[in-house]
């Protein structure tokens, strides 16, 4: 009898249909989520030319394509791990595909029906691959931290074990070594070592043109750039009249003005400086030295050489950039390209700078391509014609100045005779192209030299690949998810393969705006992406207040308000806790990922009340209220119209944050994190102010934890937390991304101890709102354990219990559980290590979650399973109330646990196993 087939949408019905037959239906949650993952190397070619391969990061799948003169045929596409961002072939017929969301890398054979034959578990949120040394092993760079480096299967594996996040001094960058040849037979595969980087997070991989040398580039390393706190800058605005604080002398006041135009005083705030390498001090813009104030070193080491046969570093690269997203290696000279971004956060202010000098409108950071070259470092401004002093609004400024200007760039290749660089310019939709000599000697004129940048399609370029023997350049466009063809002879676009997107429509349309400085910017370099890097962090603090702004109200309901101006009679500057400060200090950048239930945005939550008006709830008119940065920051001569900033609005309140890679995977918190969340959520209170009487809150109390209403931390309120302004409540879904900053002066406020010379340290910016504290242990001796007002607070253990809150915040809920996206390939010889973590997806994919941004009660997750059978790979979604599995055939008869895992014995016939988002599991798993 012929099989029934169905389609996509019967397929779906047939699922739902089955799951009521089954038992109750569960919430219906989106069918796609948008995490925003940044791509790293989307697109390589096979060592014979004959294969391209392209990386379909909303798709979860990689593409292959059989290259002809005629141009691309799509040969095969196989589904990986969630959210892909890198490929590497090793040799013609096995490529390697980096999954960013789901801490995996995917082998993929090509040889019989393309499949993913194992694979391997690493860190968390891997980036990028390369092979190289002698022995072809596989780097790839992931973040220190994750759940599969501590996993019993890698002890004895150098390198593996406990990430220290809460230890000073250690490095936050790691790359996991693998040799293909001898991946074991454990869970995820075994690394040969796991090598620790003295960076915060790596990105970018290269490999030296002997294949000896394999260098790794920190993501957002920082430009030796930190924060004083507050309290240590002196009371008043005088800058030259020195104090004494905590028995530290420090040398002034805030630079000032000490009032906005309309003459109200201004909050005092702490301060952003910037280390003087040629004076070794720490200075501010008025070049005072505030080295007693900063306990820590920042060595900025940017790029790291490492030994690809020895597996140790060599050598390390310091003020490579501030932002470093991908490299390349010359393949005659052995330089090393690395295009970044250098940040200007040291610079004070948005807007015109009428009320007094330089700002950061129009100026936020600089594109640049820094070439390293026999140990030198050389930074090349891309877009050195750009005058920053004129404005878009004044007299001289020059509008076809964009025209020559590149923004973002991300992926580079260059040329077999080592003489042309081209570097996709994302936020341009150009590939920039340049003379190697001119840009190392830093001789070109991005005027003239802008002749020969190729305007590309679409949108987003993000990947490139050089076909030399077809005088093609393939170039990755994100924004409409697309391989183009480029003709190099004619610099023009022949051809295009468009990939399959399941993003919503609001989703694809709205995200150019956050990326295209072409558009939306006065200069062509700047964009909101510029600071928000996929839209998430830099990483940096920015003082971006204005003088001549006006003070506006806030609208929000906060706690402990009451108690405000008598603490602190000068509360926000004017002494009125109902005031939004235009000079509100230096301010960390927040992520604008997970906003849709966190009510207004920034750290005050100042965008409550801006150009579309005023509500103290509602995320959507605060998002469309940042309309204004596209003038004060990105230095554009008029406002987006109302349906651009709508469409970024309805895309960035869809992007999601990723699962917490610190929690336990079953959900379970540890017996440290227990005992914090037993205090932060039980009957003690944590503020030192009576219960019962209005004023005292638990932990709980305040930071609220209800997933059912979206609140990870907080339920957008503001409150008074003994400091010089008002802020709002913040969520703590992405605390552990802040750790790496270790050293604080004593001050009054905190009860923590001076931490002493704390040396070198990988970040500048640590936790709350300015980034001057190092650690949430530091935070809560001062917020959570003050003392109480007359009524005692006696606690057995304070420093055990604020360790244990820490670990707790670290591995903080969020609106995913942490299964999400883990997966595993069960073979013919790994069966005995893998099937306990089979057992594992299957258990969490019958346990209940709530979560507001699904729905509601779902599941943890859906599991999708994917075998070779018969020629194709046959796609699987397990249905938990049946105990089995549905098949994508159209059929109605299920399949056992017992009965899929037996197809794996067959060689050939690998399963993969996927813990997809709630809502993802039938597009994923069966309308393929």
């Not at 341009?428 to 000599?437: A, E, H, L, P």
Request: with cysteine; proline share 7%.
């Amino acid at each position: 009898m012929t099989p029934l087939r169905l389609s996509g949408i019967q397929k779906s019905l047939l699922v739902v249909l089955a799951l009521v037959a089954f038992g109750p239906a569960l919430a219906a949650p989106p069918s796609f989520l948008t995490f925003e993952s940044g791509q790293v190397r989307p697109l390589a070619m096979s060592p014979d030319g004959s294969r391209l391969f392209a990386v379909n990061t909303p798709d979860n799948s990689v593409s292959v394509f059989k290259v002809e003169d005629s141009g691309l045929t799509l040969q095969a596409k196989v589904t990986v791990g969630l959210e892909p961002v890198a490929v590497a072939p090793r040799g013609n017929d096995e490529v390697w595909v980096v999954n960013h969301l789901s801490d995996s890398v995917s082998v993929v054979s090509l040889t019989g029906t393309p499949r993913v034959v194992r694979t391997l578990l690493v860190g968390d949120e891997p980036r990028d691959i390369v092979f190289a040394g002698p022995k072809g092993r596989a780097f790839i760079t992931t973040a220190h931290r994750g759940q599969h480096r501590t996993h019993a299967s890698l002890a004895g594996v150098p390198g593996a074990g406990d990430p220290q996040l809460t230890t000073p001094g250690v490095g936050r960058a790691d790359v996991w070594v693998f040799d293909p040849a001898s991946l074991g037979t454990t869970l995820g595969g075994t690394p040969v070592r796991i090598l620790n980087l003295f960076g915060d997070t790596p990105r970018a991989l290269t490999v030296s043109p002997d294949g000896r040398t394999v260098y790794a580039a920190v993501f957002k390393s920082g430009n030796q750039t930190t924060a004083v706190l507050e309290e240590l800058v002196c009371e008043g605005f005088n800058p030259y009249l020195p104090c004494l604080v905590s028995g530290g002398i420090y040398p002034g006041g805030s630079p000032g003005p000490e009032t906005n135009h309309q003459g109200v005083p201004a909050p005092e705030v702490a301060l952003i400086v910037k280390y003087d390498r040629q004076f070794s001090q720490w200075r501010d813009e008025l070049g005072r030295n505030w080295n007693n104030a900063i306990r820590f070193n920042l060595p900025d080491q940017d790029v790291f050489a490492i030994d690809a046969d020895g597996l140790t570093q060599k050598e390390a690269f310091a003020h490579v950039g501030t932002t470093l997203f991908n490299m390349v290696t010359n393949p005659v000279t052995g330089t090393v390209y690395v295009s970044n971004t250098e940040a200007n956060n040291h610079v004070r202010f948005e807007g015109p700078g009428v009320f007094g000098g330089t700002t950061v409108q129009g100026h936020l950071a600089e594109t640049r391509i820094t070439a390293i070259l026999a140990g030198t470092v050389m930074p090349r401004h891309l877009n050195k014609h750009l005058d920053y002093a004129k404005l878009a609004s004044e007299p001289g400024f020059d509008p076809t100045a964009k025209a020559h200007s590149l923004a973002t760039p991300l992926d580079m290749v260059v040329s077999r005779d080592g003489r042309t660089l081209y570097v996709a310019a994302y936020g341009s939709s150009k590939v920039g192209v340049f003379d190697t000599q001119a840009l190392e000697s830093d001789s070109f004129d991005p005027r003239l030299n802008s002749g020969a940048y190729i305007p590309v399609s679409g949108g987003g370029p993000s990947g490139l690949v050089l076909d030399e023997a077809r005088g093609r350049l393939y170039v990755m466009t994100r924004f409409d998810n697309a391989v183009k063809v480029l003709d190099l002879a004619t610099r023009t676009e022949v051809g295009q393969q468009v990939l399959f997107n399941p993003e919503p429509v609001s989703v694809v349309q709205g995200r150019p705006v956050l990326y295209d400085a072409a558009t939306f910017s006065a200069n062509g370099e700047a964009s909101c992406s510029s600071c928000h890097i996929f839209g998430d962090m830099d990483d940096l603090a920015w003082d971006l207040g204005n003088p001549d702004d006006d003070v506006t109200q806030n609208p929000i309901s906060g706690r402990l308000l009451a108690t405000a101006t008598l603490l602190k009679p000068h509360i926000n500057g004017s002494g009125k806790v109902s005031d939004f400060h235009p000079m509100k200090g230096p301010m960390t950048t927040q992520t604008m990922r997970g906003m849709s239930t966190s009510g207004p945005m920034h750290w005050r939550g100042d965008r409550a009340n801006g150009f579309f008006g005023v509500s103290g709830s509602d995320p959507n008119l605060s998002f469309m209220n940042f309309i204004v940065a596209f003038e004060g920051l990105l230095g554009r001569a008029s406002k987006p119209t109302l349906t651009e900033m709508q469409r970024f609005t309805d895309f960035q309140l869809q992007v999601v944050l990723p699962p917490n890679p610190v929690r336990n995977l079953d959900n379970s918190l540890t017996a440290a994190q227990q005992r914090g969340l037993n205090f932060y959520a039980g009957s003690r209170r944590s503020d030192g102010l009576p219960l019962g009487e209005g004023l005292g809150f638990t932990c709980e109390g305040c930071h609220r934890l209800d997933p059912s209403k979206g609140f990870y931390g907080t339920d957008g309120q503001v409150s008074f937390e003994n400091i010089p302004q008002i802020v709002k409540i913040p969520h703590l879904r992405n605390l552990y991304q802040k750790v790496g900053m270790f050293g604080n002066a004593n001050t009054p406020f905190f009860m923590a101890p001076d931490s002493g010379w704390m040396g070198n340290q990988v970040r500048g910016f640590g936790m709350v709102h300015d980034g001057a504290v190092d650690t949430i242990a530091r935070f809560l001796s001062a917020i959570v354990f003050i003392p109480s007002i007359g009524v005692g607070f006696p606690l057995s253990n304070p420093d055990g219990t604020r360790r244990d809150v820490e670990q707790l915040m670290l591995a903080f809920d969020t609106d995913l559980a942490p299964i999400v996206g883990q997966q595993v390939t069960l073979s013919s010889t790994n069966a005995a290590s893998v099937g306990p973590r089979i057992d594992l997806l299957l258990q969490r994919a019958r346990t209940p979650f709530t979560s507001k941004i699904l729905g509601g009660v779902v599941k943890e997750c859906e599991l999708v399973a994917k075998v070779a059978l018969g020629g194709r790979v046959k796609g699987f979604l397990y249905n938990p109330t049946g105990n089995a599995f549905i098949p994508d055939d159209g059929t109605t008869t299920t399949v056992s646990d017992a009965t899929l895992r037996g197809y794996a014995k067959t060689v050939g016939q690998e399963i993969t196993y996927t813990c997809v988002p709630p809502g993802s599991g039938a597009r994923i798993g069966l309308n393929r």
